[in-house]
């Protein structure tokens, strides 16, 4: 549906009130790789369907796919928004500047932007705590490895994406210690052939459990046909690889999604800044197989009862970065600030995060 390169339209006027005098909510989803994924967007398209489910006739929803980060993305949300759409789910960090410059003008559509950080008075951001099933598929993946070397196919080098990658390192090291890890950046979400050619990389490297942050099953496909081990993230990935999955970590979009449309037919749409996770019901390791020892289910238990009831954050020092350095203290609990400008490997990950 993006294929075509169109330059975007001259600065649209906004949308009439009356598009939001009658009928249906309209709400429009805009993603970033096609629903066919099987992860990132695949599992946001649950979300639209879950919407459209619970809320019936009081809601239009649709969606358009494969959008690139780029022009494109800006044209997509100013035709939805031309069209009358009045709430905009644009689904991926590179969309933010697209995002900010349609939301300018068009005052009444509120637009909910994920992963992003920019705010306006009809702008909010959400995400989800992608970090926390990272760190629960890493207690698997350290108690699965017997090279003690894991690897991570990594997407864009954001600092949500370098979260991840340190977060599945410090799950495995809390159960393995001596876990030492790699990582293959792809610079894209979604690239099926270069993600399986990093997979296949980190496995020739020595590694034999693999996570990853980009969009598809390749890297965990990939594992399968290698003999090694993976996971899926986003969505559940069990059925691309039945003998390599070590579990899914699922995001579920659908309490955040379900809040934001009934606060918007309440009239009560706010904006602001979301990020939920294990606690909320957002986030979760799923499917970790029975191939998996006893004690370590026993310890993703664990960890996943702390996270609900708040006892246990991933990241709790002492924690030290790539170059020895100390970036928490002991007992010292990372706050939203911290957690949103991570710019660094921790201890065990070779090399540095690109700059
Ligand atoms: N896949 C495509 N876009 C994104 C994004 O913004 N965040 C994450 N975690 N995955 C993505």
């Known amino acids: 549906a993006c294929g075509e390169k169109e330059a975007p339209p001259p600065q ?21 790789s096609p629903i066919g994924d099987g992860g990132w967007t695949y599992q946001h398209e649950l979300g639209r369907q879950a919407v459209q ?45 697209y995002v900010q410059k349609a939301a300018g003008d068009f005052a009444n559509v509120k637009f909910e932007h994920a992963t992003g950080y920019k705010q306006a008075n009809n702008v909010a951001v959400y995400d989800s705590k992608t970090f926390e099933g990272a760190y629960l598929a890493g207690i698997v993946a350290g108690g699965m490895t017997k090279t003690n070397t894991v690897g991570v196919v990594a997407s864009v080098p954001i600092p949500e994406v370098v979260r991840n990658v340190n977060s599945f390192v410090l799950g495995a090291q809390s159960v393995n210690p001596a876990i030492q890890a790699k990582v293959v950046w792809v610079n894209e979400w979604f690239n099926p052939p270069k993600e399986a050619e990093a997979a296949s990389s980190l496995l020739n490297g020595g590694v034999d459990v693999m996570y990853q942050n980009t969009n598809s099953p390749a890297v965990l ?6 003999g090694a081990y993976a996971f899926g993230k986003d969505g559940d990935m069990s059925a691309f690889a039945p003998k390599a999955h070590l579990g899914s970590a699922v995001i579920n979009w659908e309490p955040y999604y379900t809040k934001v449309v009934q606060d918007t ?16 019901g957002a986030m979760d390791l799923i499917k970790v197989p029975e191939i998996v020892p006893q004690e370590i289910h026993a310890k993703v238990a664990a960890a996943k009862a702390g996270l609900k009831d708040g ?24 706050d939203d600030a911290f957690l949103r400008g991570i710019n660094f490997f921790v201890q065990g990950i070779e090399g540095q995060v690109p700059g």
């Not at 496909?221 to 290698?226: D, F, H, P, S, V």
């Not at 037919?265 to 800044?273: E, I, M």
């Open 12 to 32: 649209a006027a906004p949308a009439p009130e009356s598009a939001q005098a009658a009928g249906p909510l309209k709400i429009g989803f805009m993603y970033v």
């Open 311 to 334: 006892s246990f954050a991933v990241w709790t020092g002492p924690i030290r970065n790539n170059q020895g350095q100390e970036v928490l203290a002991a007992g010292q609990v990372a």
């Open 53 to 97: 489910a619970k809320f019936g006739d009081k809601v239009q929803t649709s969606f358009i796919e494969s959008v690139p980060e780029g022009p494109d993305a800006e044209r997509v949300l100013r035709d939805m928004a031309g069209q009358g759409t009045q709430l905009i789910f644009a689904t991926s960090f590179g969309f933010q500047e």
């Open 265 to 280: 037919l309440d009239g009560q749409w706010q904006g602001g800044n979301y990020w939920w996770g294990v606690k909320e």
């Open 221 to 226: 496909k990939t594992a399968e046909e290698r």
